[in-house]
């Protein structure tokens, strides 16, 4: 009677454990179309620990460099949502739709980041934004 009672809990178990496995692929992908997401919510927010956090080692240089250019502005995300696409590897493809609004006094400028491409890898267990074509 003992052993009837285990079974059932065990095999519950099992599925649930089976089930979290097989998610692993969409959250992966969610977490790298925030890496996305994250980077630009940082730069707009003019934190730039944030921005070198939220990026791969090989684009800190270059994410340094993006968030300096934008000193002299004030910025906006504008409907900024990303979504990734299937992985290659230990990287994703990130596209987004929206755009970054930039204000220079005066006057307004739009920035499409859907224009862009963004590569996303896995780097320290975290996803980071790898840079863009």
Same mark, same amino acid.
């Given at each position: 009677?003992?052993?009837?009672?285990?079974?059932?809990?065990?095999?519950?178990?099992?599925?649930?454990?089976?089930?979290?496995?097989?998610?692993?692929?969409?959250? %992966? @992908?969610?977490? =790298?179309?925030?890496?996305?997401?994250?980077?630009? /919510? &940082?730069?707009? +927010?003019?934190?730039? %620990? @944030?921005?070198? =956090?939220?990026?791969?080692?090989?684009?800190?240089? /270059? &994410?340094?460099? +993006?968030?300096?250019?934008?000193?002299?502005?004030?910025?906006?995300?504008?409907?900024?949502?990303? /979504? &990734?696409?299937?992985?290659?590897?230990?990287?994703?493809?990130?596209?987004?739709?929206?755009?970054?609004?930039?204000?220079?006094?005066?006057?307004?400028?739009?920035?499409?980041?859907?224009?862009?491409?963004?590569?996303?890898?896995?780097?320290?267990?975290?996803?980071?934004?790898?840079?863009?074509?």
């Amino acid at each position: 009677m003992f052993k009837n009672r285990m079974i059932l809990p065990l095999l519950v178990l099992l599925l649930i454990l089976l089930l979290a496995g097989c998610s692993g692929g969409t959250d %992966n @992908k969610t977490a =790298a179309a925030a890496a996305v997401q994250a980077y630009w /919510q &940082a730069m707009v +927010e003019r934190d730039l %620990n @944030k921005v070198v =956090a939220s990026s791969c080692a090989a684009w800190e240089a /270059q &994410a340094r460099t +993006e968030f300096n250019s934008f000193s002299a502005v004030k910025l906006k995300l504008d409907n900024v949502t990303c /979504q &990734a696409g299937s992985p290659s590897g230990d990287a994703f493809q990130v596209t987004c739709t929206g755009a970054i609004l930039a204000n220079y006094g005066a006057e307004d400028q739009t920035i499409d980041i859907a224009n862009r491409t963004y590569r996303v890898v896995n780097e320290g267990g975290d996803w980071r934004m790898c840079g863009y074509q």
